[in-house]
């Protein structure tokens, strides 16, 4: 392992692949990277160079999620035999993993630096999308509708872009920069251009106004992705994580002696005689393959009948 290595937080996914081509011995291709990151066998992040915004959010379980409530014309929308107790409100809470949540704060932040990639919203539809572009895949056309989520440690943050970003709204700088593109690729009059541009002058005043009134936070909506400036990298923590893993010799179980076979089957004995169980008695296989479903843990009855076969040799 190189000195430079150590010393750099992060390299880029060129620089990675080709340092773990030299530390395993064999050709590691960019495309690689993406792969083992969409596979969850190493951590992508993303620098933001130029900052991006995002709404910070505080993880939490079931009891403390965000609801909301569904107005009453939204709520006769649902026919009234098919309402349940619940059906006027919503989780708006993100959920991330087993009884575990995200609330999104309202408040806008604005982060820089670099971020791991969370790989369970907008983000992981955009690594799909480099990916098959480098091998040559299908084109990927999904839409995330959540946003992108990023995190660092146990601080996680949703990428939000501004409405003055968003080209669909009119006034705003993005849908300027649609008409200059439109201007440029069709032969428009001298007059109709100046009736493009008059129109999208008042437009623009229309949508600073509204901006200028409303809350700070009433700009931002979450991101369709992640911003065309990010730059894809790797952690040098998560290349020698990954490498750590991969070197791990499995640990083979180890077989079960004699003498703790016979502590197993004179303890089930016991616990047999302890609750009125004749483990010798016809039949009794199917009662205790009853019992083990109700722990959630199954057995066969001729599971049970060949432990028992065991427990009646050794008492024999």
């Known amino acids: 392992m190189s000195k430079l290595f150590k010393v750099k937080e992060w390299l880029t996914v060129d620089e990675a692949a080709k340092h773990l081509s030299t530390m395993l011995g064999e050709e590691v291709v960019v495309a690689d990277i993406y792969r083992l990151a969409l596979d969850s066998q190493i951590t992508l992040s993303m620098n933001f160079p130029n900052k991006t915004y995002a709404n910070p959010g505080e993880v ?22 098919h309402r349940e107790e619940g059906d006027n409100e919503i989780i708006v809470s993100h959920r991330i993993g087993e009884n575990i949540f995200i609330n999104w704060e309202d408040s806008v932040a604005t982060i820089d630096g670099v971020w791991d990639l969370a790989m369970i919203a907008s983000e992981r539809i955009d690594v799909e999308y480099v990916y098959h572009q480098l091998i040559g895949g299908p084109k990927i056309d999904l839409v995330g509708l959540d946003g992108a989520f990023v995190r660092r440690g146990d601080a996680y943050c949703r990428l939000v872009e501004s409405y003055d970003e968003n080209e669909f709204r009119k006034g705003t700088s993005a849908a300027r920069r649609e008409i200059e593109r439109f201007l440029s690729m069709n032969e428009v009059s001298d007059e109709r251009e100046k009736e493009i541009w008059n ?68 303890l089930i004995a016991a616990l047999c005689e302890e609750a009125n169980f004749d483990y010798k008695q016809r039949g009794i296989a199917a009662a205790l393959a ?27």
């Open 60 to 81: 939490v379980t079931s009891e403390n999620i965000q609801r909301f409530k569904l107005p009453p014309e939204m709520l006769q929308l649902i026919p009234e035999k």
């Open 290 to 316: 009853a019992s083990t479903e109700k722990l959630g843990k199954p057995l066969t009855d001729d599971t049970i009948r060949n432990i028992l076969k065991q427990v009646k040799e050794l008492f024999s």
């Open 199 to 266: 129109k999208f002058e008042g437009e623009r005043k229309e949508y600073l106004k509204e901006k200028m009134e409303a809350p700070y936070e009433r700009d931002f909506f979450p991101a369709g992705g992640l911003p065309r400036d990010g730059v894809y990298v790797v952690r040098t923590a998560a290349i020698v994580d990954f490498l750590e893993r991969l070197n791990e010799t499995p640990k083979l179980e180890k077989p079960i002696s004699t003498k703790e076979r016979n502590s197993m089957l004179t």
